[in-house]
Every structure is written in structure tokens, then in C-alpha cells.
């Protein structure tokens, strides 16, 4: 049975988003070897949704408050790559990676699982 899900994020400078990950978002990880870090990230929920374009996923780490989030990113020096966006279902925006992709932050106002 499935116990875990594994995200992978294609980078063109992975050792800056490694550090991105290890020192602004604190996050735990292990050595897998060689360098090889693997990150401990938050517990997970999964959503379907409707596209007419080309299937696509997103990856979305969800926080209780975007603002306070957001002031502890910059204090620890992440940049924003898209300005909060006030919607029905949540507050979100994006901080940019080092390595030049972008990690969507999420206020989520629906129910969790």
C-alpha cells in the first residue's frame, strides 16, 4: 500500500534550491549518499481539478497565515515571484527558488483532511 509520496524538483542550480530548502524553510533531510540530500516535507493532501489545457501538476506548501510566512521567508532572504492573490477557496502566492523555478505558498480556506 501506498505510505508516502516522493516529490522531485528539476533544477538548474539543485545545490542553491538544497540550500534553499535546508536553510530558509528548515526543512530536515538525510544524506542519501554522495551529497544526495532528501528532504522531510510537511504532511501532504492531494487534489484533482478540471483543466481544458495540458495536464500539469503544482506543488503548493500550505501554511495557517500567508502574511506571517511570508515575513519569516523574507527575514531568512527568499524573494517573491508572484503577489498575494486573494481567492474564494484560499490566499496564495509563490517564492522563487534559487534554481529558478517558483514553490507555490497556500492559505488554504477549505477543510483538511
Request: one cysteine or more; proline letters at 9%; charged letters at 25%.
Amino acid at each position: 500500500m501506498i505510505n508516502g509520496a516522493h516529490v522531485v524538483l528539476y533544477s538548474r542550480d539543485p545545490e542553491a534550491d538544497r540550500a534553499f530548502l535546508r536553510g530558509t524553510l528548515c526543512w530536515n533531510y538525510v544524506d542519501a549518499g554522495s551529497g544526495w540530500l532528501i528532504f522531510k516535507a510537511p504532511p501532504t493532501e492531494v487534489a484533482c481539478h478540471p483543466t481544458d489545457g495540458t495536464p500539469s501538476h503544482e506543488l503548493m506548501l500550505t501554511c495557517d497565515d500567508l502574511d506571517e510566512t511570508r515575513r519569516q521567508l523574507a527575514e531568512r532572504g527568499a524573494e517573491f515571484s508572484r503577489p498575494v492573490e486573494e481567492a474564494r477557496w484560499g490566499r496564495v502566492t509563490a517564492v522563487r527558488l534559487p534554481g529558478g523555478g517558483e514553490i507555490a505558498l497556500y492559505e488554504p480556506h477549505h477543510p483538511r483532511p
